[in-house]
């Protein structure tokens, strides 16, 4: 008999929102892994739960899951946290799962709270679904380049750091435009929390109106885009084709001619591709 691997979802700033279930389950395993043992031993401090702990992040995923799986072989439980909130979603811990399954020890998922789902809760965009992005990328070009495929028919979720945020929200607002509402939700269930709804060009003046906004962490909803047709995913195909071999003006105005769309939002959507 092996042990059973918990996937324990933790509180996102306020400890109180531990749910009962996950404090037992804290309890009753024989070892506790840690995105960061120092930020999970507040947490158990808090409750009193003395299970050992051992670092798990993203420079020793691989050997940490490892030892983890010997120990589960033992027929001993382990519980997966990150930081905060559920495991394995843009945290380390997805290896360790997999492996899991590959040697058949049970994996069972300890609900709770999830800063993105709190955040798409809390923006009011009505959807049936929802794009989870996670981090963009660092590098001004990279970021450009993932939001020129966001534009999409239902909300998007980001995670930004508080040193990027402002650019990032620059970029949003260059690629979708001033008016395209985005959801800022800053420092989710902790002493400072804000939540904001607001369009994009609103969006700097938002963040410099208080010296705090820039610090915490954050979650952007983006609102979702027009639900793009078959002609509008054709013109994509044709005009990515015809850039390959013209500049963005010439591109766009044979582009309009073969699909009959608006040669101006071709051409915008031509320098978008070029950027």
Not at 50 to 74: I, S
Not at 234 to 246: I, S, T
Request: with cysteine; hydrophobic share 50%.
């Amino acid at each position: 008999m092996t042990g059973t691997l918990y996937i324990v979802a933790t509180p996102i700033g306020n400890l109180a929102d531990a749910s009962p279930r996950a404090i037992e389950t804290l309890r009753s395993v024989a070892l506790v892994a840690c995105e960061d043992t120092r930020t999970s031993r507040t947490l158990l401090a808090h409750y009193g739960i003395g299970a050992r702990t051992v670092a798990l992040h993203e420079h020793n995923e691989r050997a940490a899951a490892a030892k983890l799986l010997d120990v589960l072989r033992q027929g001993k439980d382990v519980a997966l946290v990150s930081d905060a909130g559920t495991p394995a979603l843009a945290d380390p811990g997805a290896w360790l799962v997999a492996e899991a399954h590959r040697a058949a020890i049970p994996v069972r998922p300890i609900p709770g709270p999830n800063a993105a789902a709190a955040a798409v809760s809390a923006a009011g965009f009505a959807a049936s679904r929802f794009l989870f992005v996670g981090f963009l990328p660092a590098s001004a070009a990279g970021r450009r380049k993932a939001l020129a495929t966001l534009d999409l028919p239902f909300p998007i979720v980001l995670y930004e750091a508080p040193h990027r945020v402002r650019d990032a929200l620059a970029d949003l607002a260059a690629r979708f435009g001033a008016e395209r509402e985005i959801v800022i939700a800053r420092e989710l269930s902790k002493k400072f929390e804000e939540v904001a709804r607001l369009p994009l060009g609103d969006a700097p003046g938002w963040l410099a109106a208080r010296a705090h906004r820039q610090q915490g962490e954050f979650v952007l909803v983006l609102a979702p885009g027009e639900e793009r047709t078959a002609e509008s995913i054709d013109a994509e195909r044709v005009l990515g084709v015809l850039l390959e071999a013209l500049a963005p003006s010439e591109a766009a105005k044979l582009a309009a001619r073969i699909t009959g769309l608006p040669k101006s939002e071709l051409y915008r959507r031509a320098l978008e591709r070029a950027k």
